[in-house]
């Protein structure tokens, strides 16, 4: 489907983009499920789970697992900035444009609120050590391969008046609504620690820039503009697809070994 700057053709409402390419748009939330289900296709494999495991000290259960995943999807968050989408507008309507890492930093941080609290970060912040979950959520938003330093210019911009028809609570409580049910084990009970070592925090940032860029390959994830509940199922599937025909599943090659 394609789009003009952003913008449902079958309203006048401007929606969040997360990636754009001649004019036409993928939604921010199925971008961020791309490279989520990239991610767990990726520590899926033998390999990369050893390599994760050791890294943590110990093995990782399910619902930890599923947790990376969710401050993986979390890694683009800052894309909901208008700054950000009025990039792909046309007409940026008067506002100041902006990257998306360090508002992404201080969205998460809770600023401005009404629009952090949209997801279910507060949730998110109780599943360990704020410490370690503030860690990881750091190393998701430095995919870009270098640590982010959120400043207030950052948290500048988000309520912009109504020059525009785009609005970032709306688009954010549309995302956050969807976490819990692409990854229910993530909000099922459990209590055991997230790892927080430095090396853990180094493979983890590693892994989501890895999933970040294979996520983003749009022969393999064609870009899908009206926002789909039902995305995440065909997400993963195409995630394992990917993660196998680049090499790194090695079940196929043993296979053909012995």
Known sequence: MKETAGQ??????????????????????????DVAACFEAIIETDAIRARLDQAAGRALDAVLLSRLAVFCFLHDIGKLHPGFQAKGWGNAHGVALHGHTGEGMLLLRGEPRAIADAFPRRTILGWG??????NLLEAAL??????????????EGWLTGARHSYDPEREAAAIGALLPLWFPLAFADGDEPLPCSPRFQHLFCGLIAFADWLGSNRAVFPFVAALDPGYMEDARAKARQAVTAIGLETGPWRACLS
């Open 8 to 33: 449902n053709s079958r309203s006048s409402t401007f929606f969040a983009w997360g990636k754009a390419a001649d004019g036409t748009f993928h939604h921010l939330a199925h971008h961020c499920a």
């Open 129 to 134: 050590d704020i410490e370690a979950v503030t």
């Open 142 to 155: 430095a995919h870009h391969g270098m640590p982010v330093v959120a400043q207030s210019v950052h948290g």
